[in-house]
């Protein structure tokens, strides 16, 4: 066969090459003492290999997890042990405190200032951080300071009742916080009792401060548990009122009481302090409703009903009496004939009185007489059939025409916040041009959309809410009698009392720590050297001995709980140690070279090489030439 000298050469090539690669890849392996350098040396063990290298890299990540948690824990617990510590020496306070025949007030106000100093200690406590500066019973939120004071004893949690989690192993995730509610909040109490806050929405500037009170009275306070109580400001004339009422069915405890600050409020057995200047909120204004011209007609003769519509509540009051003048109707309308069933019954259970000059209604509420006849029309002086009258929230005085179709005019109206625009482009020359120019078909949206109705004595809101007339001209003033340019004017009748500021009392079968400590402070702060302080103070101390017992099983549990989980971290370090022995095992027996056999290896590739050079160099030496 012949062959050519390129393809000696070829082939020489190709066997020194894969010859040099062969003893390369065998000193490789020799110096990096792994057997498979590529998928492509052994793509079953690459495989195996990978996941083997994924297993240690999440038992690394697992071990770190645990040396995090381990720190949490250990903070954690050493400062559940420093409350426990501080509970202790509060209950030895308490006890101590209990010795009422031989204290004196001067003592309890030593006693006092330890609880308070205590209460300090604690605070600081719960609101400790860990190393990378998050609060470690703040639940989710570690970012929030959990525990908040307001200076009036209450403390506000801002956590939440999520527990940080990390994992330990691929099946055991761990918690490695705990949060300030279950811990330090959420304690069972001996007793009913119940917790104070202001609302959100109060405005009062610096912010009043409702303080956190004391059950004087368990008997009085157990029958109204478990409903709450709202204590309400509101203004009358110049004074500050508070009304305290039952949440559940808004039935009145107190009743528009004087407002004075740092005074006891005592109420349903419970007993605490308003701190401060709370918002009053706004005046009701008075709805009046005004007889017209008054005419005489005899009802004696012809007995009449009519009907009197207030905040929803309707009435049905009888004239019989002869009316002459205004003063007659309005000892008709009084008349307490038929008692407990007159008409004056009835106009009281409405919230209205009556005088000559008209119905008053003092809450503020709009006046609807309906249902009459052309009698009462008559004696009324205005339309008291069907529908009948209402009361107005901003009467017009008109004073003088305009003709807006000549220049139009749009203002506003505005109700609650909500605003809309009224465009005025007729001519007006009396008060029933007036109302048609807002009855308009252009305007009747509007004016539905706020709720209003418009006659020729005024503007009429069905909510009672104020009405605003604003953005108008002159001109405008002329024809309503009101200012209506810049700001304008609001409602002059007819007001509804705007409430002010608003505290909660909500009843609770638990009581914090910080409450328990706080209250015994209160209470020995404002102790007195009278029997009946005393025996006041003995109660509360009981109460708060049985407390301080519940916050030391309350804590024992989650020291418990904390010690569980530590136990679990030690098992999952352990099972971790095992699963990467155990990986790093499988891992040299796929992976590591056998040094020997590749230096065998590597001097019969070595051997081959050399052979392959030195017969490469005879062959290549052969020509024809030489056999001439």
């Known amino acids: 066969m012949r062959v050519s000298t390129t393809q000696i050469y070829n082939i020489a090539n190709l066997g020194i090459g894969q010859a040099q690669a062969a003893i390369t890849k065998t000193q490789e392996q020799i110096a990096t003492g792994k057997r498979v350098l590529t998928p492509a040396d052994d793509p079953v063990a690459a495989a195996t290999i990978l996941q083997l290298n994924l297993e240690l890299a999440r038992t690394e990540q697992y071990k770190k997890n645990i040396d995090v948690a381990e720190n949490s824990l250990n903070l ?36 006092a200032a330890e609880v308070e100093t205590r209460i300090q200690e604690l605070l600081n406590l719960q609101n400790t951080r860990n190393a990378s500066g998050q609060y470690i019973f703040a639940g989710y939120q570690s970012n929030t300071k959990p525990f908040v004071g307001d200076g009036g004893g209450n403390f506000n949690y801002l956590g939440d009742e999520g527990q940080l989690r990390l994992q330990a192993s691929a099946s055991v995730s761990v918690a490695v916080s705990d949060s300030g509610k279950k811990a330090f909040v959420d304690i069972p109490s001996g007793h009913n009792t119940f917790n104070t806050s202001a609302s959100a929405a109060n405005k009062s500037n610096p912010p009043a401060i409702i303080t956190v009170g004391q059950v004087f009275d368990q008997a009085e306070f157990d029958k109204l548990y478990p409903d709450d109580m709202v204590v309400t400001f509101t203004k009358t004339a110049s004074a500050t009122n508070y009304t305290v009422t039952q949440k559940s069915n808004g039935k009145q405890l107190l009743v528009n009481q004087p407002y004075v600050a740092g005074v006891d409020i005592e109420v349903a057995g419970a007993r605490f302090k308003i701190l401060g200047n709370p918002h009053p909120g706004e005046a009701a204004i008075a709805a009046d409703l005004n007889f017209g011209a008054v005419g005489a007609f005899d009802f004696s003769l012809t007995p009449t009903n009519i009907s009197i519509s207030v905040g929803g509540k309707t009435e049905t009051l009888l004239l019989d009496q002869n009316v002459t003048n205004a003063t007659d109707l309005a000892a008709a309308f009084n008349s307490v004939v038929g008692a407990p069933n007159s008409n004056a019954d009835k106009l009281a259970n409405l919230g209205l009185t009556v005088d000559a000059t008209g119905f008053h209604s003092a809450s503020g509420q709009n006046i609807n007489i309906n249902s009459g006849t052309l009698n009462t029309d008559t004696a009324l002086g205005f339309a008291t059939q069907g529908a009948g009258t209402t009361s107005v929230n901003l009467p017009f005085a008109f004073t003088a025409a305009h003709d807006f179709s000549v220049s139009p005019l749009t203002f506003q109206l505005e109700v609650n916040g909500k605003v809309e625009s009224i465009t005025f482009n007729q001519n007006i020359t009396n008060a029933t041009d007036l109302a048609n120019a807002f009855n308009d078909p252009a305007n009747a949206a509007q004016l539905a959309r706020l709720g209003l109705t418009v006659t020729d004595q005024g503007i009429i809101s069905n909510s009672n809410a104020k009405v605003t007339i604003k953005g108008g001209n002159a001109f405008l003033d002329d024809v309503t009698g009101l200012k209506t340019q810049g700001l304008g004017t609001s409602s002059t009748r007819g007001l509804l009392i705007q409430p002010g500021d608003s505290f909660f009392i909500e009843s609770t079968d638990k009581q914090g720590l910080l409450t328990t400590l706080s209250r015994f402070a209160d209470v020995m702060r404002n102790v007195q050297d009278t029997p009946e302080s005393k025996a006041e103070l003995a109660k509360l101390v009981a109460k708060t001995l049985t407390n301080l017992e519940n916050t030391i099983t309350n804590l024992v549990a989650v020291q418990g709980e904390v010690g569980a989980r530590a136990n679990t971290l030690e098992s999952a370090k352990d099972l971790n140690m095992d699963i990467t022995l155990s990986s790093k095992t499988v891992l040299a027996s796929l992976e590591s070279v056998d040094v020997s056999e590749a230096s065998i290896q590597l001097s019969m590739q070595t051997l081959i090489l050399n052979a392959s050079h030195q017969s490469f160099a005879k062959v290549s030496q052969l020509t024809l030439f030489s056999y001439l």
């Open 76 to 111: 954690e617990e050493t400062n559940l042990q420093s409350i426990v510590d501080l509970v202790h020496r509060m209950r030895e306070q308490a006890v101590y405190a209990g010795n009422t025949a031989v204290m004196t007030a001067s003592n309890y106000d030593a006693l």
